[in-house]
């Protein structure tokens, strides 16, 4: 089945700095990537659609400055997290799909704590 | 504006008991995703639903799909301790996007 590898899992940094997740489809090409932000036991909030090739989308709300998304190709998408402060402290989590028939595959999830 | 009412949102009962969350919405969708979230990782698809009136079972889980592909429901035989976790559903729009349901956190005590 399809597989999303997002790396890393876990990662600890300081305010100001900024901090880079990636996402690979990995048997598989994904034209497009979707990147979501989750607080503990809610629900997925859509950040930002990521296009391979072109500028990502991002949802009402979502500052495309402070969470720059590249899709240089088929099969990584990145995120990255700029000017880190504490209050973007959170767990994010990159899907893709690999047909039209099928569900939506998640990567693993990055918990990111800012301090 | 929450498009997609899902509940209960908390839900703890005994290992053995049944249980239903229900994931209701005005609009259509073209497909209806269950997920199954752990903590600490992401969602893993169950189920995709697409026919109006669809059912599909997946060992004690069972999934219908509203005739008019605007509500989803998931019923659970017989839970045990390994079902525990966050239950999310996601209605797919014609335009490919997914419009999630607050979810159901799910505790089943031994």
């Known amino acids: 089945g399809a597989v999303v590898s997002q790396h890393p899992s876990w990662v600890i940094c300081k305010s100001g700095t900024s901090v880079k997740i990636e996402c690979r489809s990995l048997?598989?090409?994904?034209?497009?990537m979707f990147w979501y932000r989750q607080f503990p036991k809610q629900s997925l909030m859509l950040m930002a659609t990521s296009n391979e090739g072109s500028k990502a989308t991002y949802e009402q709300g979502v500052e495309k400055d402070k969470f720059l998304i590249n899709h240089a190709s088929l099969t990584l998408s990145t995120l990255t997290v700029t000017s880190a402060h504490p209050e973007d402290s959170s767990f994010y989590i990159c899907?893709?799909?690999?047909?039209?028939?099928?569900?939506?595959?998640f990567g693993s999830g990055t918990r990111l704590t800012v301090v | 504006t929450q498009l997609l009412e899902q509940s209960p949102q908390f839900l703890s009962i005994q290992e053995g008991e049944n249980l239903t969350v229900y994931c209701n919405s005005s609009s259509v969708f073209s497909s209806l995703q269950w997920y199954r979230q752990e903590p600490g990782e992401g969602p893993v698809l169950l189920v995709t639903v697409v026919t109006g009136g669809e059912v599909k079972k997946l060992k004690r889980l069972t999934f219908q799909f509203g005739d008019a592909r605007k509500d989803s429901s998931l019923h659970i035989t017989a839970a045990q301790p390994g079902d525990t976790g966050l239950y999310l559903c996601a209605g797919e729009r014609v335009n490919r996007k997914l419009i999630w349901g607050l979810g159901t956190s799910l505790a089943v005590n031994p």
């Open positions: 899907s893709a799909r690999q047909t039209d028939n099928y569900g939506y595959t």
């Open positions: 048997d598989f090409q994904a034209t497009t």
